[in-house]
């Protein structure tokens, strides 16, 4: 596609990345067909193709407007097309250049950014986050429904974290929502990975990977938050203690990922961050496959495989493998490449979408009558357990349970 930037943008990196993008799509449209808000809403500029067509008129320097930063801000940040492009189109990359550009040239109201500044402020700091919830949970019998469905009836357990006690050391990232909703997730692997050789270590003052705030259109808060991680796990992997950093929330390992060219333009963060990115696994590639007793079987199970999983990290297959390996029986997922809504504060932002992408999800997970529903990603988890019939878990603390039948520690 022929690109004439605008001068306010031409010759920054940020401008020179997105015209590199913009020259690979050829608007053939084949990311429509895949693209869930297209499909919930029907509207051209509702897809790719169309938020693609409205970018490349705000960086030309053609007049934007708050309908196009709706239909920006209606982007789950999915990424299904980018797995479906032919052209290589880097889409994800491309929309949060288009949203910074759009949103400083279409300022949103007081409401919208009050709003979003709270949640900016509130979910990336965990104890702040951790003291809502409990209060929520004393509450949660008098709040009305939709807020009631959001909150878990009562705190989860951490469980047992077994003491460091081998010579092969990982750090996993503790997170920023996790810790209060889930804290038996780093706990399961941590136990899941002890009785594979490995110890799992949370380093201290850590906090949120920056994707929070960084897909609100707080960038450069997202990018501080980048770097406050890195400079926490800085000196255990400088002296060459670990040999991975996990995630056990997909959305998070995506983003560890990226660090390199999120901070590539910073001279002090650059080759830190490019070193962390290149140690970022998701847990599914640490536990490993061959070491899993195999299993009779057991509980029937349907994977949700979480967008930033299947195409953020471009890993499929791996979870369901480990989980039929330890004897789970895998039911089929139909249109499993779709998201179910949840894409970090997508669902708190826009619930009627996110909703109805849930409702569609769930039919499609639970029409193979699973005894239980399995996710790889905290946002996927919470979202999903408000509406569903069956338990919604992380596939680590299933294989956990297996495993304890199997491999007493
Ligand atoms: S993003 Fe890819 S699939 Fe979509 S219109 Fe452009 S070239 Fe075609
Ligand atoms: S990221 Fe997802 S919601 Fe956004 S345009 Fe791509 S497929 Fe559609």
């Not at 000196?235 to 040999?243: A, D, H, N, S, T």
């Not at 998070?252 to 590539?264: F, S």
């Not at 140690?279 to 949700?304: M, N, S, T, Y």
Request: net charge positive; with cysteine.
């Amino acid at each position: 596609m022929q690109t004439q930037l605008a001068d306010f943008i031409r010759d920054t990196a940020e401008g020179r990345e997105a015209e590199e993008i913009l020259r690979k799509c050829v608007h053939c449209g084949f990311c429509t067909a895949t693209c869930p808000t297209y499909q919930v809403l029907g509207d051209d500029l509702d897809s790719p193709r169309g938020r693609i067509y409205l970018m490349k008129r705000a960086l030309e320097g053609a007049s934007v407007s708050g309908k196009t930063r709706l239909h920006l801000d209606r982007c789950l940040t999915c990424r299904a097309c980018e797995t479906t492009c032919p052209s290589g189109v880097r889409y994800g990359r491309l929309v949060d250049i288009g949203r910074a550009v759009v949103e400083e040239r279409a300022p949103r109201n007081a409401r919208d950014r009050m709003k979003r500044a709270m949640l900016a402020f509130s979910l990336p700091r965990t104890a702040l986050f951790t003291a809502a919830l409990r209060l929520g949970t004393l509450l949660r019998p008098v709040l009305p429904a939709p807020l009631r469905k959001k909150i878990p009836p009562r705190a989860e357990r951490a469980g047992h974290w077994p003491a460091p006690r081998h010579a092969r050391k990982m750090l996993v990232l503790a997170g920023c929502v996790q810790p209060a909703l889930a804290p038996a997730i780093n706990a399961a692997a941590a136990r899941v990975l002890d009785r594979f050789g490995v110890s799992l270590l949370e380093a201290s003052g850590t906090g949120c990977c920056g994707a929070l705030r960084f897909h609100l259109n707080y960038q450069d808060a997202g990018r501080d938050d980048m770097r406050a991680l890195i400079d926490a796990w800085w000196p255990m992997v400088e002296r060459g203690e670990i040999e991975a950093i996990v995630m056990t929330a997909s959305g998070c390992g995506v983003t560890v990922k990226e660090y390199a060219p999120l901070l590539a333009n910073d001279e002090r963060y650059r080759d830190r961050a490019l070193r962390i990115s290149s140690l970022a696994k998701d847990l599914c590639e640490v536990v490993p496959l061959d070491a899993i007793p195999a299993g009779a079987a057991g509980a029937r199970v349907a994977f949700q495989s979480p967008c930033t999983l299947q195409h953020g990290q471009q890993i499929r297959g791996m979870v369901e493998a480990r989980l039929a390996r330890a004897g789970f029986e895998l039911s089929p997922v139909r249109d499993g490449h779709l998201c179910c809504g949840s894409a970090g504060t997508y669902s708190l932002l826009h619930p009627q979408i996110a909703g109805e992408l849930r409702s569609r999800k769930l039919d499609t997970l639970q029409e193979g009558m699973p005894d239980c529903i399995a996710t790889a990603n905290i946002g996927c988890l919470s979202h999903l357990r408000q509406a569903a019939r069956v338990p919604v878990r992380h596939w680590i603390e299933l294989l956990d349970e297996a495993l304890r039948r199997k491999m007493p520690s």
